[in-house]
């Protein structure tokens, strides 16, 4: 992939600010995509952007291929005529700076509602007539996910697995009398698809008219909980009752003494090969008409995975299994041509990886606050040791802010503080700063760097603590609801990046 000198900021739509509770495709995704270009940005990196299922995390999605409806703008809905102004003018009390998921979730549903009735109602021909193209063309995975969401709501919300067992095990007589009682919310759910790609493909034609890319994020596993898994048993390694037989994770590492366990089914990989991978060449095709570079998402597991018993409590007791390697990206390159991808190969990356990694030429990651622990002076994460084909960042939505991380703030890592103080020391030595304006030494690191790209996540650069991380890896609550407030976008800060982007060659 031929990337050339850029950077970018990393913001997932649901922490863009706003007055319905969570971020959304409308006026203010559009002033961010604004903020981006008048900072000279030219890449903006979201999360993935599915329908998020436990815990709200966008690792955790119950579909692949879906859109997160949450992101629907309802100011959009009033300019395509689906609402009223008078429809929003109760709007709930919303915390400023944070997502209020049950809320805000409550409240868009109703709206969601009304605009699908809307629809049904006035017969508007032109938006008719693109939903049923849209419904023909994504069929393929819209007819299971309708039927998912629809049988999950009917359900109360229980795991595929345990509902009626004729609907849980996919037997045709039993679907098809359910889903006749339910034929409207089935409807629904497309349609409300619909809308989630309309409104993001048109935020997407926007940010092609300022210059700017948008980097998407394939998480290398899906949720058990999931459209995929439910529609597609015979892919994942399941019982006879639908429940994981292994589950993935990683083994002990910085963020956590006991490994992550993600909790993901593991892929049947015999029975992917047997169909030549369709499942994934259709993911990357349905990913691409939303974004235009694909973050791979633990890239390493395509060489090795790291695979715990299903009834292990931590990632402790897993063990190395070989993935698909070079077979798997054959066949997607055959089927897709030369992809631009970017491999997330953090964490424990063995040399077999990095070949695998170089022999298609995608570009790694490097974080630069994983850059300055100990025995740290020849780690390829400083920037002196950057290649160029690479994608660097001050962190990542895992990772603390950088203000946060310079603090030793609390939960960080594995680290203890004496690790924590000599960290700071090195970092102080290499940037020569003794700490103020910390974040912006570590911009100005990685923009004077030969990285092709370089990404810093917006609380980096609006200069936050800790309060404002994104996500804390193996911990369940309080994750994913940072929000920024638009008096955040300053103008010193627009001036500030466009200065770097000029005399740096971004």
């Known amino acids: 992939m031929k990337m050339g000198r850029k950077s970018g900021v990393l913001l997932h739509p649901t922490s863009i600010c706003g007055k319905y509770g969570i971020g959304d495709l409308g006026p203010e995704a559009y002033h961010f995509v604004d903020f981006l270009h008048d900072s000279g940005q030219k890449l903006w990196q979201v999360l993935p952007l599915n329908p998020t299922g436990y815990g709200e995390s966008p690792y955790q999605c119950y579909s692949a291929f879906a859109g997160n409806i949450m992101l629907i703008s309802p100011d959009v809905l009033i300019e395509d005529g689906l609402l009223k102004k008078a429809d929003i003018a109760a709007i709930p009390d919303f915390t400023p700076g944070r997502v209020d998921f049950e809320k805000a979730k409550k409240f ?50 229980t795991e595929w697995n345990e509902w009626e067992k004729g609907i849980a095990f996919r037997e045709k007589p039993a679907i098809d009398k359910k889903a006749d009682l339910i034929r409207e919310e089935i409807e629904s759910q497309k349609f409300w698809q619909y809308i989630f790609f309309r409104q993001w493909l048109k935020i ?27 529609s597609h048993p015979e892919l994942f390694r399941l019982d006879g009752d639908g429940y994981p037989l292994v589950v993935a994770g990683v083994p002990p590492d910085y963020f956590s003494a006991t490994g992550q366990l993600w909790g993901n089914p593991i892929y049947n990989w015999e029975k992917m090969k047997d169909s030549n991978y369709q499942w994934w060449v259709d993911r990357f095709k349905n990913l691409f008409e939303l974004v235009d570079i694909v973050r791979l998402d633990h890239f390493r597991g395509f060489e090795a995975y790291w695979e715990v018993p299903a009834d292990e409590e931590t990632a402790v007791n897993g063990k190395w299994v070989k993935g698909p390697g070079e077979d798997f990206f054959n066949v997607l390159k055959t089927a897709l041509g030369e992809i631009p991808v970017i491999a997330e190969n953090l964490g424990f990356i063995t040399s077999e990886v990095e070949a695998l990694r170089a022999k298609y030429g995608f570009p790694g990651m490097a974080i630069l606050q994983f850059a300055f622990g100990r025995d740290s002076h020849e780690s390829t994460f400083r920037p002196h040791m950057f290649e160029r084909n690479l994608a660097a960042y001050t962190g990542t ?3 603390n802010t950088v203000i946060g991380w310079w603090k030793g703030g609390k939960h960080d890592s594995t680290r203890s503080m004496q690790d924590v103080k000599e960290e700071r020391q090195n970092a102080g030595a290499y940037l020569n700063t ?21 990404i810093f996540p917006l609380q980096d650069i609006l200069g936050l603590g800790s309060e404002a991380r994104m996500n804390t890896p193996s911990t369940s609550e309080g994750n994913w609801g940072w929000r920024y407030t638009r008096d955040m976008l300053k103008d010193s800060y627009r001036k500030k990046l466009k200065d770097f982007c000029v005399i740096y060659g971004r």
């Not at 109602?121 to 299971?144: P, V, Y």
């Not at 092609?208 to 898994?229: L, N, Q, T």
């Open 204 to 230: 997407k034609d926007y940010c092609r008219e300022k210059g700017i890319g948008i980097i998407g994020d394939i998480p290398i596993f899906v949720s058990h909980d999931s459209a995929d898994v439910w």
């Open 108 to 157: 868009k549903m109703r709206l969601l509602r009304k605009a699908y009735d809307n629809f049904k109602k006035a017969g508007n021909a032109g938006l008719s007539e693109s939903f049923d193209l849209f419904c023909r063309d994504k069929m393929w995975w819209l007819e299971d996910f309708a039927l998912f969401m629809a049988f999950k709501n009917l359900f109360s919300g």
């Open 397 to 399: 939505h895992d990772n």
């Open 434 to 454: 003794d700490g103020t304006d910390i974040n912006w030494a570590f911009i100005r690191a990685l923009m004077v760097s030969v990285a092709d790209f370089v």
